[in-house]
């Protein structure tokens, strides 16, 4: 632990808060000087103390320990970064604004890297009156279907969950832009931008 980078993340995290320095001390049972001490970087927090610092920032031990704050804490709900994960033994969807260490069914699951769709594996978009209606011609077989469809902005995620042998029908409220994704238990996760229709 480099007590200089994580004094100057107590102090951080501290002032995010809007906590002073007794207030901190009181919630994990320690004087203020203490407090001071580690954010001057002339100490750091005895290990046993991490977890309850943790706990009150609302962060990881791991991010005390190391001093900074890691990419995927920077990111929290940036939408452009959403990630999906899939379960592959029970159909399980997870969605995170940020890559994050997922179990499932007692596997970690990765994120999956989606693919711009070719012009033959595309959604099929129409506009009827106010709505999207979003078609696709992809066989929906107990072996090769889509699970789920997804629109995803900046700032929003509709999950649409699909099933076999059921065809994908999926109404949405007329967006301009965004990108429609879908993950093919086959082809993997695709996508296509929606202002191309």
Known sequence: MDQVKTGRLIRQ????????????????????KAVSKWELGNGCPDISLIPALAEVF???TGVLLSGEIDKN???KGNMKKLKFYVCKDCGNIVAAASEAAVTCCGSRLAPLEPRKAEESERLSIEDIGGELYITSAHSMTKEHYISFAAYQSDSTLMLFRQYPEWPVQIHLPVFRSGRL?????????????????
């Open 13 to 32: 995290l501290r002032t995010q808060l809007g906590l002073t320095q007794k207030q901190l001390a009181e919630r994990i049972g320690v004087g203020d």
């Open 58 to 60: 609302g962060t990881d």
């Open 73 to 75: 804490e920077s990111e």
């Open 181 to 197: 994704v879908w993950y093919c238990t086959g082809c993997g996760l695709l996508y296509q931008e929606l202002r191309e229709h």
